[in-house]
């Protein structure tokens, strides 16, 4: 059934059931944008289960799209420079924080197809995340180095977390910023080669926990999606570090020492993304730093169990949500290519080239379809992750972040 | 950094001192160049379409850490007022090599000596 609604490539070539109802979307979407009027009038009422946006990364603005018969629902402009932007989702799916590279937060409303309230909370920022109630959004900044959280209702400044890890330096840049259980933000600071935990008990004051020492330049972090361990990737030496949330008075543990040693690793064109968790069983799946290499660890003893030769440097490693596939996109000079792994036999079983600078993946909630974008195709592309088809192909502006509601309801994201 | 950044536009200002007695249109002409005049004599070697090609991956593979803008990100910013001071031939080795302990990379395998060039010049103004 959901075959038979997706079918077509784009709204106006398609004679499927429910064509008319897409096209009827196009039209009203279209017909707006032209009027400069960015509301979108949902016919009745409509829930964002199956909402999402693409980041137009060049031009500041975002696509507003669904999933059920995966076409554009409306533009929304004037966010600023959304170079690495990333958004998370309010807990109630309506809204969408939209975190950009000029330290502009945008809180935009879905089902009005608009930017609500917005400030610019800092000169250059790297992403977020919202809180376990979803009443706090916390912001990881690179310049001033730290975390700003915000009241995600209003976006009033709740704290400010500097990110000053010894005195006469400045502060450090940020990144890996999570969500956790108990109420609790986590982040990794670039600079300073240090994990911090903050508690958001009483939100203007963050109880800070400092884990020092944990490695030379961590460069992005993820949290498991039981909220259980933390571990944040390691530019300046091989290794990981590995943080039990649980047990966070053990310290933080290195793995994966050395991985790399004795091989002179690649330059890295691109800076590998540790999102989400790509784990299928007991198995854990990260992009090796500087090597055409997947990584596979055991969950249980947190040793390297197996590596797998991949067509460049991993930039995302993402699991189908069944955990059966593992999708990986690659820095330049691969960046036209995709790959899938088989988890269960860590083969590559298919190889995709959707086009020039694929930069991101976001699967559909049950794994049936998988969002990429091809930033100098100008495109996003959906595709059938059991045929590997192509499905359907959208017009966007040099695309880059892909974000689906249903990550309001996921730990980590 | 900013004592040579002070250094040029106190030479800029001695100049223009020197040029009010010139007339207006002269003046504004001179305005309208940018801070360090082109050194002379260096053929960019590089194609339209190429150059082209070369500001897209400035802006979108070096935005990547720089910045879109060039505000910097993981990078440090490239914003043309701070390449004032540094040398066309320092930028292009840069670009070319990369710095080591940091994460910038050598960009020699996609680009020849003058396309590294001219994007040492395009940071700082001085294509046409």
């Known amino acids: 059934m959901t075959q038979g609604m997706k079918t077509g490539l784009n709204p106006g070539s398609s004679s499927a059931p429910g064509a008319g109802c897409r096209k009827g979307w196009g039209y009203l979407a279209a017909a707006l944008a032209l009027a400069g009027n960015l509301v979108f009038a949902a016919p009745g009422p409509r829930g964002t289960g199956d909402l999402g946006i693409v980041v137009e990364r060049g031009a500041g603005s975002l696509r507003l799209i669904e999933t059920s018969g995966n076409t554009t629902l409306a533009r929304i402009e004037g966010l600023g420079d959304l170079s690495h932007a990333s958004a998370v989702f309010s807990r109630d799916s309506r809204y969408a924080f939209v975190f950009g590279r000029d330290g502009g937060l945008s809180k935009v409303d879905l089902l009005e197809g608009q930017v609500v309230r917005r400030v610019v909370q800092a000169g250059n920022a790297i992403g977020g995340a919202i809180s376990q109630n979803g009443r706090l959004v916390a912001v990881s900044n690179y310049e001033p180095g730290g975390v700003k959280v915000f009241d995600a209702e209003t976006l009033d400044l709740v704290a400010d977390i500097p990110a000053i890890y010894q005195e006469g330096k400045p502060a450090s840049k940020v990144v890996g910023l999570v969500d956790a259980p108990g109420n609790r933000f986590v982040f990794s600071l670039w600079d300073g080669g240090e994990i911090w935990v903050a508690d958001m008990t009483d939100p203007a004051k963050p109880g800070i926990t400092r884990h020092r020492g944990v490695g030379r330049q961590p460069y992005d972090a993820l949290v498991t999606p039981d909220g259980h361990f933390y571990i944040a990737g390691l530019f300046g030496e091989d290794g990981m570090a590995l943080l039990d949330l649980w047990h966070p008075e053990k310290g933080v543990r290195r793995i994966l020492p050395g991985y790399g040693r004795g091989e002179e690793p690649l330059p890295v064109y691109k800076m590998p993304h540790l999102e989400g968790w790509a784990v299928a069983g007991r198995r854990v799946f990260v992009p090796a730093i500087g090597r055409h290499e997947v990584l596979v660890i055991d969950q249980d003893t947190w040793a390297e169990v197996g590596r797998i030769p991949v067509a460049g440097q991993p930039v995302f490693v993402m699991a189908r949500p069944d955990g059966r596939q593992i999708w990986v996109n690659f820095a330049l000079p691969d960046n036209e290519r995709v790959q899938v792994i088989d988890a269960e036999t860590l083969a590559v079983i298919h190889e995709l080239k959707p086009g020039k600078a694929v930069l991101h993946m976001e699967f559909e909630p049950r794994g049936e379809e998988v969002w990429i974008s091809v930033r100098d195709e100008d495109r996003v592309d959906v595709y059938d992750t059991q045929t590997f088809a192509r499905v359907a192909s959208i017009p966007a502006d040099k695309p880059s972040g892909i974000f689906l509601t249903d990550r309001a309801h996921r730990i980590g994201l | ?128």
């Open chain 2, 1 to 128: 950094m900013p004592l040579g950044l002070n250094k040029v536009i106190g030479w800029t200002a001695g100049i223009g001192a020197v040029l009010v007695i010139l007339s207006g249109a002269s003046l504004a002409a001179l305005a309208a160049r940018p801070l360090v005049p082109d050194p002379p004599g260096i053929a960019s070697g590089v194609s339209e379409d190429r150059a082209a090609a070369l500001r897209h991956f400035l802006t979108q593979d070096c935005g990547s850490c720089h910045g879109l803008t060039l505000g910097g990100g993981l990078g440090p910013p490239l914003r043309r007022e701070l390449m004032v001071d540094k040398p066309v031939p320092y930028l292009a080795y840069t670009i070319m090599n990369g710095l080591h302990g940091t994460a910038m990379p050598p960009w020699s395998a996609f680009l020849t000596p003058e396309e590294g060039e001219w994007l040492a010049r395009e940071l700082k103004g001085m294509n046409p």
